[in-house]
């Protein structure tokens, strides 16, 4: 079983923290000044679990969760489940097919935050590619960005896209297809990987046997950091 | 002297980020035998003057940096990852001590482009490092700290000169004779001015009345 997944899914909150290193100062005349830093500007999420879980028929998650501990990533999606994929759904106006033949522009390509896209498919040039929030995985690196602002096609052999942080991978992209939507990937890992404490609850009995009585309450909020010491 | 740096100006907002270049003397004798470690804060590799600094270098934090209108001497304090072995056989198997460290401070355009040219911060000399793990529980860290000191603090502490002896006295002059009897008369009083006697020059003794007296310094006065 994978375990953060199984959170992910399992989750009744969600939490999400693209916030940037940045400074903020208010001058004497309450002006603001602001630095940043432009760093990889990884996605952070916060889970929160209920206390429901039975024991007995979650033990692969508490292993699964024990074996990642806080040090192990896990690629997750929320495509996964079908409550949780219209989250990220993509909500510009291309096919599949359109999606698929989509290919990151030469020599353009993918430089600071702006992404060029070429083999664009034959619409009209008022239709929309991507909306502000819609993610873009960049071939099989799991590292999504998002779209900043509305693209529309354009008449164009090329669009850019303004991505909500740098390009932090590090080989080169050029030519290299696009995922968007739910179908996007992300490598997370737990460094506060929760424990988990039984307490009683769920009772379950066959044939007079006790099966269980316990229910897994955790001892924090699962709060996932992305992984991209590699990128 | 003033540097003008326009991505500073008349802005409220900036994008920057810190590079550190630590360049490693291996041979005291050859300054051209150098390994350069570098480091930076930046989200991918930049090259800045044909020099490549690595993101994931395991820059921690730049410490405080005076700032005046003058040149005064201060120092600063370089935190790097000690996780991994690479920055720990940075202090530990290298010649750490009495390298050379440099700070610059790059700005970033609105599309998170490094802007040219790269400003100086800091430039100085490695006087010490330190290994330290922080282990509370569960939590096991380790962390490496290189403490440097301006150019200006070390050259404020320079101690110049020459000593009164053939060998530093040929170093600049090397056919400057002056000095070359000085080791012989190492650890001789002379009494200068005094009335010269039989017992005036080992030990102690006086140096010749009127006269020069016994002239042991090949014709150079020693005071």
Sequence with gaps: ?231 | MTQNIPQVQDTPTIKSAEFVKLIVFNDYNDPSDTTVYTFSSAYKEETIDGTVYLPLGGLLAVGAQNRDLRVTSGDTIISLSGIGADNIFLVLGTKIRGSEVQVFRGFYDDNDILESPVYNRFRGIITSYGITEDREGQDDNFSVAIAASSYVNVLSNRIAGRKTNKQSWQVFYPNDTSMNQVYSIAGVNFDFGGKATSKSTIGGGGGGGDGPGRDRTGGQQQR
């Design chain 1, 1 to 231: 079983m994978a375990g953060l997944q199984t959170i992910i899914n399992k989750c009744n909150a969600l939490n999400i923290d693209r916030r940037k290193v940045v400074g903020i100062q208010i001058t004497r005349n309450e002006i603001a000044r602001t630095s940043e830093t432009p760093t990889f500007n990884p996605w952070r999420m916060t889970l929160s679990m209920p206390a429901s879980l039975p024991y007995q028929s979650n033990r692969d998650l508490i292993e699964a969760i024990d074996t990642l501990d806080r040090n192990t990533p896990e690629v997750v999606t929320f495509s996964d489940n079908a409550c949780l994929s219209w989250i990220f759904k993509y909500q510009g106006t291309m096919s599949t097919a359109q999606i698929n033949a989509i290919t990151v522009a030469s020599p353009a390509g993918f430089v600071g935050n702006v992404l060029t896209l070429t083999n664009l498919p034959a619409i009209a040039s008022t239709r929309v590619l991507f909306q502000p929030n819609d993610l873009i995985q960049i071939g099989n690196n799991t590292y999504p960005f998002t779209s900043t602002t509305q693209v529309t096609r354009g008449v164009g052999t090329t669009v850019q896209v303004i991505t909500n942080r740098p390009n932090i991978i590090t080989s080169s992209v050029v030519g290299s297809g696009i995922t968007v939507g739910n179908a996007c990937s992300f490598k997370m890992f737990c460094p506060n990987m929760p424990t988990y404490t039984l307490t009683p609850g769920g009772y379950q009995q066959a044939g007079g046997i006790t099966t269980n009585n316990a229910l897994i309450s955790w001892s924090d909020d699962f709060q996932l950091y992305e992984w991209v010491a590699t990128a």
